[in-house]
């Protein structure tokens, strides 16, 4: 693959994350191609503009395959990148919200006074840098094919800290999270400075997340997980494994899946070594891969996964794993990976190449254009007489589905996980 190619394609199809202004002055001009489109939050699916402590700022652009959220929340504004992502903060927010409200409660301060810990100390209040929106929204085109450092040993590779551990916070920390639907390890600094505050008063105080962490009414049960997903390893729910395994523990479990998916030990190491993931984004993607049987050369996969050089790519791989695992498991017609350019696609019984992506809104720009330029020439190379298809989470503007329909693509929009 060459380098053009592979700069392409990954400014295509690993989602890149372009500030609204830039990418119109960038793609209004070319003859052939349109405008990203915007949108009004609250005409979203499934998206709430405000909460209790957020609004979603208007209007919600997109860059060609994913809409970019601005939250503007009390802590600082933050970008998320993709309906999921933004689904993600919402939930995150709302957790957050409700652990506000137990940690002002009467009852968690009379809990820490009779465990002899000043209230005052653990009050929760969250001192975080607020991002910097133009620097999100700037992202650029990712190194989605360089090369990860990788290792052996699980050291340096999780977010656990071995003395946290040992005094219990990163326990309580998973309990407590799991019990609020969010996942331990959150890449959001206000959810993760108030888990670490309220996990270090339970385990320092003596409490339990069942008692006065979860005592506020109201509070507890609210939040639509984000970490719950159909796929189970050994008969164990996703969720459970995050609330009772360390993240050293999902890496040795991931470790063997992987293994068992005859995936080169140096390709598995380094996916294992990329912090963009989450212990927990690690496992649901691992556990996507294991469990479409009879699929081979996940390798291809899992070398693109792993170089996953941004926060919001590794957030759309996992849902890509996931995505193409739903699909197996409905139709159960795949039968191997196959790298076009370096973009795993799936090859089924009867010869078709499938590529799958949760995209929200695919419209014809450069960009666009350039990166499906690139499968459907690696295509004509590998398989020249295979049919194909594009699948979509969302949905494709009218002149991305011509273009597409006349380089040999057939577009399925709205398929759900």
């Known amino acids: 693959m060459t380098g053009l190619a592979a700069a392409r394609l990954s400014a295509a199809l690993a989602v890149l994350s372009l500030s609204a202004a830039g990418a119109v002055q960038a793609q209004e001009g070319g003859k052939g191609f349109e405008k990203p489109p915007s949108f009004s939050a609250a005409k979203i699916s499934g998206i709430k ?50 652990l506000e409200q137990v940690s002002q ?16 100390k653990f009050a929760g209040e969250l001192i975080t840098k607020p991002v910097d929106t133009v620097k999100n929204t700037l992202s650029g085109v990712g190194a989605v094919f360089g090369r990860i450092g990788s290792g052996i040993s699980n050291a340096g590779k999780s977010p656990d800290n071995a003395v946290a551990s040992i005094l219990g916070v990163t326990s309580e920390r998973r309990e407590l999270a799991t019990a609020y639907g969010v996942d331990p390890y959150t890449d959001f600094p206000p959810l993760d400075a108030k888990l670490k505050r309220l996990s270090q008063a339970a385990a320092l105080g003596g409490l339990t997340v069942s008692g006065a962490l979860l005592a506020v009414p109201g509070a507890a ?7 719950s997903t159909v796929t189970k390893v050994n008969n164990v729910g996703i969720e459970e494994l995050a ?10 479990l991931n470790r063997e899946l992987l293994t068992k998916m005859h995936v080169p030990p140096e390709l598995t190491e380094r996916l294992l070594t990329n912090r963009n993931y ?15 049987k009879g699929v081979g050369d996940v390798w291809v996969f899992v070398q ?43 090859e089924t019984r009867d010869g078709r190449l499938v590529a799958l992506a949760p995209a929200d809104i695919v419209s014809w720009t450069r960009t666009t254009a350039d990166g499906f330029s690139d499968l459907a020439n690696a295509r004509k190379q590998i398989a020249p007489k295979a049919r194909a298809e594009v699948r979509i989470t969302g949905r494709a503007t009218p002149l991305a589905k011509k273009r597409l329909k006349a380089m040999g693509w057939a577009v399925v929009e709205g398929v759900r996980l």
């Open 49 to 98: 503009q405000t909460g209790a402590n957020y609004t979603i700022a208007n209007p919600v652009t997109s860059d060609g395959l994913l809409r970019i959220y601005v939250f503007k929340t009390s802590y600082g504004d933050y970008i998320a990148q993709g309906d999921a992502m933004a689904a993600m903060r919402i939930n995150e927010l709302r957790a957050l919200a409700a």
């Open 105 to 120: 409660s009467k009852t968690y301060a009379e809990a820490l006074a009779k465990a002899g810990i000043s209230p005052l």
């Open 221 to 227: 049960g609210i939040v639509a997980s984000n970490i």
């Open 243 to 252: 609330r009772k395994y360390t993240g050293s523990q999902i890496l040795d």
């Open 278 to 292: 989450t212990p927990v984004d690690m496992l649901a993607l691992v556990a996507a891969l294991d469990s479409m």
């Open 304 to 346: 693109r996964a792993a170089a996953a050089d941004q926060r919001f790519v590794a957030l759309f791989t996992r849902r890509q794993a996931e995505l193409m695992a739903s699909e197996h498991r409905h139709h159960g017609a795949f039968t191997r990976f196959v790298s076009l350019a370096g973009y795993p696609v799936l």
